[in-house]
């Protein structure tokens, strides 16, 4: 259960997607994000899914994986198209029965916010946690938003903070599990018996969760220090980011394809 | 005199042209740290050593006796308080030359996760050269060297959560290696491994030190790790108590476990022979094991020629049909002051075939995730009542998994554990729900490193924890706590101390004592002295004679033979999820051939007396699992080989 969580989920491979520059990725992350809702017609959502599905095929990466990242957020789904559908009283009643009145906008409109909340994971999660690691993505932002250092925000800190974060997410998750099996042989309780029962049986996980974070965060501090670490300042990269022509190219590509369900919308409208 | 072989294989020293050279120099420090709640603590009193380039340091000493505060001053992770060190001839003092020194400097820590940085395997290797600055193209090399130099190159995309243990320390060196080092300092690195992955870490360090000329500084508890290395320093609460030859050091080794530390198992052996008869030992005997063999097989043979046959007892040709039952039950004279391997550690294991049964566990198998396949299949067994029964196999082979199902942790996927109450006839099921809550009165489980399970505010209350959800009545619970503590020898001062101020040994007698104080009839202890030095080793495994003299049955989960072997009633051996074999020590360790098929350890006791059995005479019986026994042994051959007509050195008397 616990080892589910996919944050920062990797999926490796050569495709066009991987190896764009991530900051590319991510300027191309807010075009999407953008257009996607822009887009609220039946005709623009359908053109969306189409360029989605071409950056899926674009990076290689199999439908099963990418069905399974989109797995978490089901129950939104649906919960965003039970009420979109249940509350909008306008249009012809389709279904009218005790208090459950389905119109033909209301299901429109509830499909295509379902649809595009769909989208909108689907194209984060392949333009950035499936194609690119983590560590790209935080030197991707620690890059992009490197002018800020001159207004003395901390971008280079902040960015390998995050990196360290998703580095320790699956250890800490590892960490929860054993410590939640050596509380239960104790006899603590997470699932039944009342509300204090309860708690405490959280806290026997989180007190010691904690304190083992604090000694793992001190401790690797520590290690960072002795391999010489001192901040952003003068450091290299193993893979440094470097535009390459093609990567413009495809910025301009990608960028004007986003806007494609936009205007399909557009002419869909007039004609 | 006695020769012995004084080539040391494992010793290579690294010839410099430059002729010696200090590289690391470390003058009357002295150093202070102080508390949170502002108490300071003398770590380093006026301490003095020099180490030359290409040497390799083994540093021991118990907890808190100041061994990674040294570590630390010579990689500038602090300065000392008063004194220099001097590391390549530089003060770390000089924030001019710090940077210089510590790049020189590579450091591998105890807690294998909390020294990796990158979120994937080539990315760690490459944070330390990107922190020196180096060139893209520099590193990319750098880094496929480290990881090829360390085996690691397949696995170079992969996150590091997914690597072992092992694989993590395997990672750390890649990582100081790309950093192209010329000290290497070794902070505890091995203690969090199992013994496979220790000795391939030890011998990845021999090729550091061989091709790349370190020099290797190694804080170890593991004192056969310490006695391959070319000199030992001793701290004792922060001052230097020995610093000489590992054979030198040894030689004092009754002073050795004065202070809370120990000596290989070999170099007890020639220490318990010279001593039973009358020998001098010799600093010679001890440079390593081969070198000690060699030597007792010596002092035996020099014995032979000297007749006093009357001496020996009648009975020893029938001692020999039944291996040292009784005598394991006589103490040595000398060491019997320690090792957990003493004489008097041991009793006679119990063979009642009828004793009644605790578990029962039939057809058992566990699968985490489908695809990856079983963790554990089919195993079938039963606890006996009142027996310590050892679970051992390598990493992964599935002994937690199978701990964690005997009191309903986790729930069988097929097949089936049933625990018999004490009382009654009564059965319980680990499927039931309403089963577990008895099981768990029944099974006490103490996982590895159980510290990090303590959470209340005070000692007390965490103790009394797993009492009170047994649903014990105010009144008993004290009590309970108050024994239990007794047993673990914690003093009642610290009842209402929080758990979190205390040290790492007395933690784990906290959570030691918190699974004594819900008064189990069965004590699961997965690896329960992992981590700690030798006192607490040893005290670890008195609770666990206490327990059983208690009446208590005892599943032990443990990577160390000689502990296993000598504690043992029974031995469950597992492998790759598979039960192989349930025996007792002697049966199986008796089997060489179904040891070789299963591919398990042998104890460093049984491969000693192996040595003896090939040099020495076939006459000695090789499974053997403690010191009194083995010395006796020893002693019983030779006499044997002196006054047998057919074995003895002039014998030959039937044509």
């Not at chain 1, 890059?143 to 250890?171: C, D, N, Q, W, Y």
């Not at chain 2, 902070?187 to 790349?212: G, K, Y």
């Amino acid at each position: 259960m616990l080892k589910d969580i996919s944050i920062g989920r990797y999926y490796d491979g050569s495709s066009t997607l991987h190896r764009l520059d991530p900051r590319v990725k991510l300027i191309l992350f807010a075009v999407y994000m953008t257009a996607v809702f822009m887009v609220s017609s039946p005709a623009g959502i359908v053109a969306s899914f189409f360029v989605v599905s071409g950056l899926v095929a674009l990076s290689r990466i199999p439908l099963r994986v990418i069905i399974r990242s989109v797995r978490p957020i089901i129950f939104l789904m649906i919960f965003v198209f039970a009420i979109n559908v249940l509350t909008m009283r306008e249009g012809k009643y389709l279904v009218d029965f005790w208090i459950i009145r389905i119109t033909d906008i209301g299901l429109e409109r509830a499909s295509v916010m379902t649809l595009r909340l769909f989208l909108l994971i689907t194209s984060t999660t392949l333009l950035l946690s499936l194609t690119t690691t983590p560590l790209k993505m935080a030197d991707a932002l620690e890059s992009l938003f490197g002018p800020l250092k001159k207004i003395r925000i901390p971008v280079h800190e902040m960015a390998m903070m995050m990196s360290i974060a998703l580095r320790f997410i699956p250890t800490l998750v590892e960490e929860t599990d054993k410590i939640m099996k050596a509380q239960a042989s104790r006899g603590a309780e997470y699932d039944t018996g009342n509300v204090f029962v309860r708690a405490k049986g959280y806290a026997s996980v989180l007190v010691p969760l904690f304190v083992s974070a604090f000694k793992r965060a001190e401790e690797l501090a520590i290690a960072m220090e002795a391999r010489c670490y001192r901040g952003g300042e003068g450091r290299t990269k193993l893979n440094p980011l470097k535009m390459k022509i093609s990567d413009y190219w495809w910025l301009i590509l990608l960028g004007l394809i986003a806007f494609v369900p936009v205007f399909v919308e557009l002419f869909w409208e007039i004609g | 005199m006695i020769q012995t072989d004084s080539s040391r294989p494992e010793r290579t020293s690294i010839p410099d042209p430059r002729g010696s050279e200090v590289i690391v120099d470390v003058r009357n420090v002295r150093y202070v740290y102080s508390l949170p709640e502002g108490k300071q603590v003398l770590a380093l009193r006026d301490i003095s050593f020099s180490v030359d380039r290409g040497e390799y340091v083994a540093v021991i000493g118990r907890n808190g006796s100041g061994k990674s505060t040294l570590a630390k001053l010579i990689n500038v992770l602090e300065v000392p308080e008063s004194g220099t060190v001097l590391v390549f001839g530089k003060p770390t003092d000089d924030d001019d030359t710090f940077w210089d020194i510590r790049k020189r400097c590579g450091m591998v820590f105890q807690n294998p996760d909390n020294q990796i940085v990158g979120t994937s395997v080539e990315e760690d290797v490459a944070f330390g050269p990107e922190n020196l600055g180096i060139e893209t193209d520099e590193i990319r090399k750098r880094v496929d060297r480290a990881l090829n130099y360390v085996g690691l190159s397949e696995l170079s995309k992969r996150a590091p959560s997914s690597l072992s243990g092992g694989q993590k320390q395997k990672l750390a060196i890649a990582g100081i290696l790309a950093m192209m080092p010329e000290i290497l300092i070794l902070d505890e690195s091995t203690a969090m491994l199992d013994p496979i992955s220790r000795n391939e870490f030890m011998s990845l360090v021999d090729r550091l030190r061989v091709d790349h000329g370190m020099t290797v500084f190694h804080i170890t508890h593991d004192m056969s790790e310490a006695g391959k290395t070319d000199r030992i320093i001793v701290l004792d609460k922060g001052a230097v108590v020995m610093d000489d030859k590992p054979e030198r050091v040894f030689m004092r080794h009754s002073e050795l476990l004065e202070l809370g530390l120990d000596v290989p198992i070999y170099v007890r052996l020639v220490m318990s022979i010279c001593s039973r008869l009358g020998v001098a030992c010799d600093e010679s005997y001890l440079t390593s094991q081969d070198a000690a063999v060699a030597a007792i097989c010596q002092i035996l043979k020099h014995r032979q020629t000297e007749s006093d046959c009357q001496n020996i007892h009648p009975t020893d040709e029938q001692k020999e049909l039944e291996p040292s039952e009784e005598v394991t039950a006589v103490p040595s004279k000398q060491g019997s002051s320690g090792s957990v391997l003493d004489a008097d550690a041991i009793q006679a294991p119990h063979e009642n075939h009828e004793s009644d049964i605790l578990i029962e566990v039939s057809h058992l198998s566990h699968a985490y995730e489908e695809r990856i396949g079983n963790a554990i299949s089919d195993i079938s067994f039963d606890v006996r009542r009142g027996e310590i029964l050892s679970v051992i196999g390598h990493s992964g082979s599935g002994k937690t998994t199978l701990i964690s199902h005997l009191n309903g942790i986790v729930r069988p996927q097929s097949g089936s554990v049933v625990v018999h109450s004490t009382t009654g006839n009564r059965v319980y099921d680990t499927k039931k729900n309403a089963d577990v809550r008895e099981i768990r009165k029944t099974v006490g489980l103490l996982f590895q490193y159980p510290e990090h399970q303590l959470f209340e505010e005070t000692v007390e209350r965490d103790i009394a924890f797993g009492p009170r959800k047994l649903g014990l009545d105010s009144e008993t619970i004290p009590e309970r706590v108050r024994r239990a503590m007794q047993l673990v020898g914690l003093d009642d001062s610290i009842l209402e101390r929080s758990p979190f101020e205390l040290s790492g040994g007395q933690k784990r007698r906290v959570a030691f004592a918190g699974v004594i104080a819900s008064d189990p009839d069965v004590l699961i202890l997965d690896e329960p002295a992992a981590g700690l030095d030798p006192v607490g080793r040893r005290a670890i495994f008195e609770y666990i004679r206490a327990l059983k003299n208690m009446g208590k049955t005892i599943i032990l989960v443990s990577h160390n033979m000689d502990e296993a072997a000598v504690y043992s009633d029974r031995l469950l051996v597992l492998s790759e999820g598979q039960l192989q074999c349930i025996d007792s020590p002697r049966a199986l360790f008796s089997d060489m051939q179904r040891i070789k098929k299963i591919g398990l350890d042998l104890p460093e006791m049984v491969r000693l007396m192996l040595a003896f059995k090939e040099s020495y005479s076939e006459n000695v019986n090789a499974v053997i699992f403690d010191l009194a026994s083995a010395t006796d042994e020893l002693l019983r051959a030779s006499a044997v080989m002196r006054c047998s007509p057919v074995a003895g050195p002039d014998g030959g008397s039937h044509a």
